[in-house]
């Protein structure tokens, strides 16, 4: 998996996880301090992210990071929240 490909399947998990548990954006720069261009940013998928900035977001949606180590040595990078497919 390619860092953009990456970057675009955290955008989406922030995307679809924020409008599943019904945050707006606005509440989501609240709970977080991320900005909301930020916010926007990493949900579009850029590849220009805080990887602290991400963190908080989605420990804030109730989520956690995984890094796992691959066979091949390459690393696999997860969102996951309780109830949620990895």
Known sequence: ???????DEIGRWIEDRRSA???????LEALTG???SSLIRMQDG???MS???VIAVIQALGGQVEVKEESHG???IGTNAEGGEE
């Open 21 to 27: 548990i019904g945050l707006t954006i606005s509440e």
């Open 34 to 36: 991320v900005s909301r």
């Open 51 to 53: 990887i602290g900035n």
């Open 46 to 48: 850029n590849a220009a």
């Open 1 to 7: 998996m390619s860092s953009r490909d990456v970057c």
């Open 74 to 76: 390459h690393h696999q």
